[in-house]
C-alpha cells in the first residue's frame, strides 16, 4: 500500500502563486510516476502533471508554462508550483502515484487539497 498526503491549497487571488507538496510513505520503493490530477465542480477529473522516478515531466498542454511538477525522491514527495494562477484554475487537486510491483500495476490518490482563486 502506498499513502499519499498532500499539502498546500488554499485561496489565492488571481496572478498569484501556490505550491502543493504530497509526501508518499508506505511502500514507496515500488513508485514509479506522481503527479497531479485535478477536478473542478462540475468535471471530470484531469491531468495536471505527472513526473516519472527518473524526473521526466509530462504536463497537459493547458498547464505548460504556468505549472511546474519536482520530485524529491529522497524524501518520496512531489510538489507543484503554480505561478499566474486563473480563476479557471478553482480546482481539487489530487495527488497520484503509480505503483508497479510483480508486474502488477496499482493507482494511488490523496484526499485532495482545495485551490480556490478569487478573480
Known amino acids: 500500500q502506498v499513502q499519499l498526503v498532500e499539502s498546500g491549497g488554499g485561496l489565492v487571488q488571481a496572478g498569484g502563486s501556490l505550491r502543493l507538496s504530497c509526501a508518499a510513505s508506505?511502500?514507496?520503493?515500488?513508485?514509479?510516476?506522481m503527479g497531479w490530477f485535478r477536478q473542478a465542480p462540475g468535471k471530470q477529473r484531469e491531468l495536471v502533471a505527472t513526473?516519472?522516478?527518473?524526473?521526466?515531466?509530462n504536463y497537459a498542454v493547458s498547464m505548460k508554462g504556468r505549472f511546474t511538477i519536482s520530485r524529491d525522491n529522497a524524501k518520496n514527495t512531489v510538489y507543484l508550483q503554480m505561478n499566474s494562477l486563473k480563476a479557471e484554475d478553482t480546482a481539487v487537486y489530487y495527488c497520484?502515484?503509480?505503483?508497479?510491483?510483480?508486474?502488477?500495476?496499482?493507482?494511488?490518490w490523496g484526499q485532495g487539497t482545495q485551490v480556490t482563486v478569487s478573480s
Open positions: 508506505g511502500r514507496v520503493f515500488a513508485i514509479n510516476d
Open positions: 497520484y502515484a503509480e505503483e508497479s510491483l510483480f508486474g502488477v500495476r496499482r493507482d494511488y
Open positions: 513526473m516519472t522516478s527518473s524526473g521526466a515531466p
